[in-house]
């Protein structure tokens, strides 16, 4: 189950607790990067690109409540 990201207009919240400020998020990326290596070989990513980006989970740290978050609107978001 995928979880909605949230826009500017609505934020998460924990159904459980009411956090609406800490979460572990795990996410799964899909990105093209151009790496540039020293010449003693150490790497440096220098251009990322977000091809696609799915967030798989979304875990309350307050009450550790997993899959429990639904979006609400922000204060003074604009309906």
Request: charged content about 30%; some cysteine.
């Amino acid at each position: 189950m995928t979880v909605p990201q949230p826009t500017d207009t609505t934020r998460w919240r924990c159904t459980l607790c009411g956090n609406l400020t800490r979460f572990d998020v795990t996410r799964a990326s899909k990105v093209v990067e151009y790496v540039h290596l020293d010449l003693a070989g150490e790497p440096k990513v220098e251009e990322r690109e977000v091809l696609s980006e799915t967030i798989e989970s979304v875990r309350c740290r307050w009450c550790n409540a997993v899959d429990q978050v639904e979006l609400v609107d922000r204060p003074g978001a604009a309906s």
